[in-house]
């Protein structure tokens, strides 16, 4: 066996002299500590920066096996994935696209699997999509999101703002388990028991073209809608019958709407406050996906 020795070198004085033993004059070993530090120049110092923050907190989460998953591990968007989400906007579904970017940014769902990601990315919350989003345009590009030629809606002047990403409010859910699923009061009595929209139902309801809005909203219902029980206390399930969403009333159909809207947790990209600065009054800026990922837009 080969013995390595190593010479530890004694600390010197700031004035070069003699090392001092700190147990036989502690005093002065303390001071010439003290002179040694004050010497160092603080430039000369290497700079540490903090790894990037890669960790998406979802406004809502998902519950697989009894357990939350609040987390999403995302990266930073390569050529590869440019290449792959510009054959994914050849889609007559718009939300191919963002399916796309969702599963090219997304590394790892919670502690989960990798071979699980795709699966359970579709299982999320769109609004906890939406979140992954911002999660992926910062670890891309920062935290600075242009605007350029936004237009006041009160006064009409035209400027170019700049903006953090935490300037975009999130509205979170506190019990995630319990709220993505609700009730919804019917006119006439009884009530919708339905479920807030994932991934894989934002798809489908754009999966055709050429559908009305009218008709995608049947198919969003359809999904959604886990029954519906009527003013005598009949339940029907709505996977039995799908077609209970077009039988619905006009009423009824958009109160389920509204709330699937209202509850959905996630970054509210048309409520961010600005105050302009030609009228001085407070308005809301919309950003869209294309300020976000200027290089794709």
């Known amino acids: 066996m080969v013995n390595t020795t190593r010479t530890v070198k004694r600390p010197a004085s700031a004035t070069g002299a003699k090392w001092v033993n700190p147990m036989e004059n502690p005093d002065k070993a303390n001071a010439e ?14 700079v540490i920066s903090l790894p990037p923050d890669d960790t998406v907190k979802l406004p809502g989460g998902l519950v697989k096996d009894n357990e939350l998953i609040k987390t999403v591990t995302v990266k930073e968007l390569t050529g590869e ?46 609004g906890d999509r939406e979140a ?24 009409g002047n035209k400027s170019s703002l700049t903006m953090d990403v935490e300037d975009i409010p999130v509205t979170t859910m506190s019990d995630p388990a319990n709220e993505s699923t609700f009730k919804v009061s019917l006119r006439k009595g ?10 894989i139902d ?20 359809s999904r959604c809608i886990i029954s519906l029980t009527n003013a005598a206390g009949v339940e029907t399930s709505m996977a039995g019958f ?15 709407l509204n709330e699937l809207r209202d509850r959905q947790p996630g970054p509210k990209y048309d409520q961010i406050e600005y105050t302009c600065e030609s009228c001085n009054k407070e308005v809301k800026v919309a950003v869209t996906l294309g300020h976000l990922f200027l290089d794709l837009a």
């Open 242 to 256: 799908p077609s209970m969403a077009v039988s619905m009333s006009m009423p009824d159909r958009h109160a389920v």
């Open 81 to 126: 994935d440019e290449e792959s989400l510009a054959r994914a906007s050849q889609s007559t579904n718009a939300f191919t696209f963002i399916d796309r970017l969702i599963k090219c940014g997304v590394v790892r769902v919670g502690t989960e699997s990798t071979s699980e990601k795709d699966k359970l990315l579709g299982q999320l919350l769109v």
């Open 202 to 221: 934002q798809l489908a309801t754009f999966e055709k073209p050429e559908l009305t809005q009218a008709q995608r909203e049947t198919v969003l219902l």
């Open 33 to 46: 500590i003290a002179a040694a530090l004050a010497s160092i120049n603080e430039a000369s110092m290497p």
């Open 132 to 155: 992954i989003i911002l999660g992926i345009r910062k670890a891309t590009y920062g935290d600075k999101i242009e605007v350029p030629d936004w237009i006041c809606l009160n006064c």
């Open 190 to 199: 009884g009530y919708a028991l339905a479920r807030l929209a994932n991934g």
